[in-house]
């Protein structure tokens, strides 16, 4: 089973502000990997497939980059909407696993 | 309008059943691989189970942890994905959500989400 090991935990950061999340994986996943953003009481939501390709509708301050082992979610400018939870994902090898995680919340 | 609905979420005694349902609409559901994907209470996201399309033999793999317990079937002719849950334990306790790839190479359309209670 592929590892995803996400830091940091936590991030807190003001409006406006950018924001750089990281994903390591235990083995290497290509390029096949995702992330989601997901806000409380609500089911996650596609945000970069194929480690730096926005998905539908997704603006064009969120951005991914990486390859192998080492991937990065950069959020260029921080929007009040943008604080919530943010997870990767690998479709390389089954099973599918996830990340733990990276909490984006207000400083 | 492309949607999934899940339902048939409840409480539940360890060492029961229950079998949720996830209703297909706006795409043809009869090429998606679907995804079962739950979560537990204040935790991260983990992978279920899939079924693959009919043209895919409707193969299904699982996750160690609901391997043998849970199975994950379909019905075309109803756009409808269900999952059988057996065997329940206090740790199933979790939101599942049904997911798919419609547009794009990762989950971009996911249900509402269906809360599971395993508990005495």
């Known amino acids: 089973e592929i590892v995803l090991t996400q830091s940091p935990a936590t991030l807190s950061l003001s409006p406006g502000e950018r924001a750089t999340l990281s994903c390591r994986a235990s083995?290497?996943?290509?390029?096949?990997l995702a992330w989601y953003q997901q806000k409380p009481g609500q089911a996650p939501r596609l945000l970069i497939y194929?480690?730096?390709n926005r998905a539908t509708g997704i603006p064009a301050r969120f951005s991914g980059s990486g390859s192998g082992t080492d991937f990065t979610l950069t959020i260029s400018s921080l929007e009040p909407e943008d604080f919530a939870v943010y997870y990767c994902q690998q479709r390389t090898n089954w099973p599918l696993t996830f990340g733990g995680g990276t909490k984006v919340e207000v400083k | 309008e492309v949607l999934l609905v899940e339902s048939g979420g409840g409480l539940v005694k360890p060492g029961g059943s229950l079998r949720l349902s996830c209703a297909a609409s706006g795409f043809t559901f009869s090429n998606a691989w679907m995804n079962w994907i739950r979560q537990a209470p204040g935790k991260g996201l983990e992978w279920v189970g899939l079924?693959?399309?009919?043209?895919?033999?409707?193969?299904?793999d699982y996750a160690a942890p609901v391997k043998g317990r849970f199975t994950i079937s379909r019905d075309d002719s109803k756009n409808t994905l269900y999952l059988q849950m057996n065997s329940l334990k206090t740790e199933d306790t979790a939101v599942y959500y049904c997911t798919t790839d419609v547009a794009s190479k990762g989950f971009d359309l996911w249900g509402q989400g269906t809360k599971v209670t395993v508990s005495s």
């Open positions: 083995q290497s996943v290509s390029s096949y």
């Open positions: 194929d480690a730096s």
């Open positions: 079924i693959k399309s009919k043209a895919d033999a409707e193969t299904t």
